[in-house]
């Protein structure tokens, strides 16, 4: 079975441009998570999809950051504009759907981003 | 003060030592608790969910006292293969299900 994908490996920009990361979750999970791991800090939550709906979107930084999930499958994750404090590994992670437990979550590779 | 608290290392052990890594986390709502691995560039793995009863896989053990609000991973017999990062994860449930990492704890067996 195939993991969590996620496209491009690495993204190198300049401040001010605009960065498009995509995420493909693993078939069949309904939640795909957005995280991100800042220079010499712990990995944060960003958001939660579940399906092509935000569930909970309380750790995106501000509004530069736009998540999407259209038609429930895959996520992209916009940056715009970008800025250097942006720079980071950027990671996916998908679960499925248990109402009555925690379930596991999976984590794509990660997009490294670097602005300049 | 972070949500999760973990002395980042490195622990530099020999190959079958036996090594203890400890985590505090702030929030007393907390309902789940993990343990991920993550390699060098390399995404997070979970190694094992931890109960209150404790749990054991294989050469791990993990512990959590929720009075204290601390969590442990016992690695017993360590393996060159044992290195890397481990992080420790709690969620606070409530209906979230993001997931708030410690800045983990560096391991490097030695031969």
């Known amino acids: 079975e195939a993991g969590v994908t996620q496209f491009p490996s690495h993204s190198v920009i300049e401040k001010g441009q605009t960065v498009t990361l995509r995420c493909d979750p693993i078939s069949g999970h309904d939640n795909l998570y957005w995280y991100r791991r800042v220079m010499g800090k712990e990995i944060k939550f960003l958001l939660h999809f579940v399906k092509e709906s935000k569930q909970d979107e309380s750790g995106m930084p501000n509004n530069r950051f736009l998540a999407e999930r259209t038609g429930g499958t895959y996520s992209t994750l916009k940056v715009q504009p970008a800025e250097l404090e942006d720079s980071g590994v950027y990671f996916c992670?998908?679960?499925?759907?248990?109402?009555?437990?925690?379930?596991?979550?999976?984590f794509g590779p990660g997009t490294r981003l670097t602005v300049l | 003060r972070k949500e999760v608290e973990q002395d980042p290392g490195p622990f530099n052990v020999p190959e079958g030592a036996t090594v203890a890594f400890n985590c505090t986390y702030s929030n007393s709502a907390s309902q789940s608790f993990f343990w991920y691995r993550q390699d060098c560039r390399k995404e997070p793995k979970l190694l094992m969910s931890v109960y209150s009863s404790g749990n054991e896989d294989g050469r791990f053990t993990a512990q959590l006292n929720r009075a204290s609000q601390y969590i442990s991973l016992l690695i017993r017999d360590s393996k060159l293969s044992d290195s890397a990062t481990y992080l420790c994860v709690v969620n606070i449930g409530t209906g979230r299900r993001a997931l708030t990492f410690g800045s983990g704890t560096r391991l490097q067996v030695q031969p």
């Open positions: 992670a998908s679960s499925q759907v248990v109402l009555s437990s925690y379930n596991e979550q999976f």
